[in-house]
């Protein structure tokens, strides 16, 4: 299909370069004042996948200044051992952010790791402290990747209240954190999901597409209404013409006949969720600045804007 003569291709490459620009300002910044942020990468087993997420972190984290510490761990590590690791972090003023790279062996519970990391040093956002507080409209470490597509959505809509966005997914690292956040920016916004009835009808109602379903091409042009902004968290591995590719959770080439903006997959979401990992470990360094040594997010805590 030809694509509308107005339709913009959402450059996520170029948009995480200015943020990571951004973070290494303020990194410099910070440094002035004596503070090194510093970010510790947490690896359990050798998964060829998480191995390149975790090299790709620290680089990110190289290039804005920020210090990072990686902890290699084997993969029959017992969960206690894990445990006391993330307590030591805790305890360590000089780490501001920790992250766990999931996921982890199955003899370990991801979700008692996950708890275990100080909410003021969850640069993940998976904390259930830091879930409460963006479901309460507070401004805490929110997750990484939800965080980037509200700053690709700004880039290319520039005011989004009173806009419909619709977030195909319910996640809790993706869908559910998505809503809450448009839901912030004064949009009003619907949740499709496998229970949900006629998804394409309720997702042409949309200005706003979020897709992150995990379901290669999906959604196609049947499913937008002309002028829609679409961004594709969906990372999809499949097999075409002989070839290993990834695709998004949206047909692009179908999509870009109704869209008046979307993200390519690759190249769009995906490294804006580095992007704000270096951010949200920069917000940590500065919410640890206002807290007592050891202090959890009190109630009326606020950092600054993670858009």
Not at 75 to 99: C, H, P, Q, S, Y
Not at 215 to 244: F, H, M, T, Y
């Amino acid at each position: 299909m030809s694509s509308q003569p107005s339709v913009k291709l959402i450059d996520g490459k170029a948009a995480s370069a200015r943020v990571l620009a951004e973070v290494r300002a303020e990194v410099q910044a910070l440094r002035g004042d004596g503070i090194q942020p510093a970010l510790a990468v947490v690896l359990v087993g050798s998964d060829p996948a998480s191995q390149v997420y975790v090299r790709n972190k620290v680089l990110r984290a190289e290039e804005t200044g920020i210090r990072s510490l990686e902890f290699k761990l084997p993969a029959d590590t017992a969960e206690a051992e894990l445990l006391a690791l993330i307590e030591r972090l805790n305890a360590d003023a000089e780490v501001n952010g920790i992250l766990v790279q999931l996921p982890l062996p199955a003899h370990i519970d991801e979700n008692r790791v996950l708890q275990a990391i100080a909410p003021l040093k969850d640069v993940d956002g998976f904390h259930s402290e830091n879930v409460g507080g963006l479901s309460q409209g507070r401004e805490v470490l929110t997750p990484c990747t939800p965080s980037g597509c509200m700053r690709l959505l700004r880039d290319a809509c520039g005011e989004l209240r009173g806009k419909h966005a619709v977030v195909i997914g319910r996640s809790n690292i993706v869908g559910k954190p998505m809503a809450a956040l448009l839901l912030q920016a004064d949009c009003t916004v619907t949740v499709l999901h496998s229970r949900s009835r006629d998804l394409p009808a309720l997702c042409r109602q949309a200005d706003i597409v979020v897709a992150a379903v995990g379901k290669p091409r999906l959604i196609d042009a049947s499913w937008l209404k002309p002028g829609a902004v679409v961004i594709d968290v969906g990372i999809n591995r499949i097999d075409e013409d002989g070839r290993s590719k990834l695709v998004g959770d949206v047909d692009f080439d179908s999509a870009l006949a109704q869209a008046s903006a979307i993200t390519p997959v690759p190249g769009g979401v995906g490294p804006m969720t580095i992007a704000y990992l270096m951010k949200n470990t920069l917000v940590a360094a500065r919410l640890q600045r206002q807290a007592p040594r050891g202090a959890r997010i009190p109630e009326d805590a606020a950092c600054p804007s993670l858009s």
